[in-house]
Nanobody
Framework: VQLVESGGGLVQPGGSLRLSCAASGFTFRRYTMSWYRQAPGKERELVAT????????NYADSVKGRFTISRDNAKNTVYLQMESLKPEDTAVYSC?????????WGQGTLVTVPE
């Protein structure tokens, strides 16, 4: 089983990034997928969730209207489109899979938005 995130990097305030999480080794289409983030010295925070079929999404209040979670079950990939980035969005972003089997986590990708 693997969840491999990509797309992180350094972006100026107001900029955009798209994160991807490629899944393998489990039945992706049966799993609810989420993005979490953890900033230095802070607790891990749930950012966004999308149900297995993609029909329902939820967002943390801090990112509503700026971030969009989506998935492509044919490609076993979940995305996080991030717009209007702020310094407080700086964190390691990890994807998570919850479903009929064990829970899975990716290693994370770092997003840095300088002051």
């Amino acid at each position: 089983v693997q969840l491999v995130e990509s797309g992180g990097g350094l972006v100026q305030p107001g900029g955009s990034l798209r994160l991807s999480c490629a899944a393998s080794g489990f039945t992706f289409r049966r799993y609810t997928m989420s993005w979490y983030r953890q900033a230095p010295g802070k607790e891990r925070e749930l950012v966004a969730t999308i149900t297995s079929g993609g029909g329902s999404t939820n967002y943390a209040d801090s990112v509503k209207g700026r971030f969009t979670i989506s998935r492509d079950n044919a490609k076993n990939t979940v995305y996080l489109q991030m717009e209007s980035l702020k310094p407080e969005d700086t964190a390691v972003y990890s994807c998570n899979a919850r479903g009929p089997g064990p829970e899975y986590w990716g290693q994370g990708t770092l997003v840095t938005v300088p002051e």
